[in-house]
């Protein structure tokens, strides 16, 4: 009960923040956010909602999403909806926006120049969106949205096929391991069906008919059909062959909307919409999408068994700038694709890397600014969630906005991703049985060819090399001297402070007055921008 008021709690202080319930134009969530489409962004309150306990960071996107952690957001999220209905039917007024004359909140006093950092961070946020607002990016964020509500199946079906074959090692319960088989693989094996059904909402179609095409890539009988020359396999072409398959039935579904009579459309439409897709799924897409998936697979065991140093050197290191341009949304069918063929995707600890990377230099900013404590307060909020693989908080409120943290944070990632991938290259497989955590998250989701206690050693160790790699190269080459000038100042008067000059606040040489929290920031300085940002 008390869990319960706690999440209702956070919910109910979030929602007049947001704007109140009239403002909520949409509700969803993810792994670590709650992701809300808003009527009229001028009326959230940024600083109030940073300030609260239960909030690691806000990122504004697509949507405006709010940092909450994993297990958190599942729980919050239903308590703000309910919060939300309420207040629609009491059809509240919207919270007013805080008047640019309004006194700035406590926490934006006592954290100016924290603040300062992450207003720098959300501009280099919404520079980055419009970058990444391309027709192909906007692609790679409809096939993103396709798979990522799967992603709770995948990691709960991930750590029971890891409990299952510890048991199966130890020859432990075996009157329980074939359940908890059927459990891990239920989801696997069906896996093609709810691609679909989300490829076709997402696309516009009727979700229930892409789940139909989809249906037949995994049903038994195909086997019974050739095709190419070869007799078709259940499951052949994956996610991918789902994929292919649901877009299609959109597009014959929309085409049949247009042309055929309205008094037919209910018999004519979903009868058409399967047949055309599944006969092209059928004799076309089930066989391309399967060559596609097994070059996949075959790529990336060849890629880590003969270069997996340099590769995951490489992955690791470039992963947050793959993150930031939107590119990584690419990533997710293939891991789905490898999880799907081999039962883990062998590229996932190695990107986590990147996440190691970041935490090493954030703990080397808190140690190389120690007089700076608005910052040293952010950093130790959010280094929790940042082990744990919750990156956005240090990102874009600490490295990012600092510039040269942000690419000694890479260059951690690179060192950590390396030496995973030495080890795949020496034959030591290291993968992961579901996508969505990384950090300390990933551990029980880990798989490999070697036993479990060699990959969580090796995964470890990766994390271990990402975070002194990330820590020694932000501490001795992540900051100038302009930088250190700037932002190793205190930026507010404590008690402690204020008896020490006899009374007298120290002059803050590095914060911005009043008129700066008036007017809207102009923005990170170019020179102190990361590369490629």
Known sequence: M???????ATAAAILPLVGGAANVASIAHCMTRLRLGLHD????????????????????????QIVLGPGTVARVTPEFEHLVEEGRAAAPAASPAPAPGDAPSASAVSAVSAD??????????AQQKAKNATPFKLFLRKIANIFVPL?????????????????????WLPAVTPALAAM??????????FVGYNTAKEFGGTPILGGAVAAIIVFPGVANIDAFGQTLSPGQGGVLGALGAAVLAVYVEKWCRRWVPEALDVLVTPTLTVLISGLVTIFGLMYVAGEVSSAIGTFADWLLSNGGAGAGFVLGGLFLPLVMLGLHQALIPIHTTLIEQQG??????????????????????????????????????????GLLGVGEPLIYGVSLPLGRPFITACVGGAFGGGFVGLFNQLGDTVGSTAIGPS?????????????LGSTIAIYGG???????????????????????????????????????TGGTSPAPTATTGPDHRDHPDPGPDPAKAPAGV
């Open 184 to 193: 891990a693989s239920g989801f696997m094996a069906l896996i093609a069906v």
């Open 439 to 451: 950090g300390w998250a990933l551990f029980p989701l880990l798989d490999g060819n070697h036993g």
């Open 41 to 64: 962004r001028s009326l959230v309150d940024d600083e109030a909602l940073k300030a609260l306990p239960a909030v690691m960071g806000v990122v504004e996107d697509d949507t405006y």
């Open 344 to 385: 883990y995707t062998v590229l996932l600890p190695i990107l986590a890397m990147a996440g190691a990377g970041q935490v090493g230099a954030a703990v080397a900013v808190y140690f190389r600014l120690p007089r700076n404590e608005s910052i040293r307060r952010t950093i130790k909020s959010a280094l929790p969630a």
């Open 462 to 500: 990766g994390l271990l090399v990402g975070y002194v790699a990330g820590f020694l190269a932000t501490y001795f080459f992540g900051f100038g001297k302009e930088l250190l000038a700037e932002f190793n100042v205190s930026q507010e008067p404590t008690p402690s402070t204020v008896a020490a």
């Open 2 to 8: 008390a869990t319960e008021d706690k999440n209702r």
């Open 151 to 171: 992603i709770p199946a995948l990691i709960g079906c991930g750590i029971i096929a890891g409990l299952n074959g510890l048991l199966v090692n130890l020859e």
């Open 116 to 125: 300062e950092l992450a207003a720098q961070g959300a501009a280099i946020k």
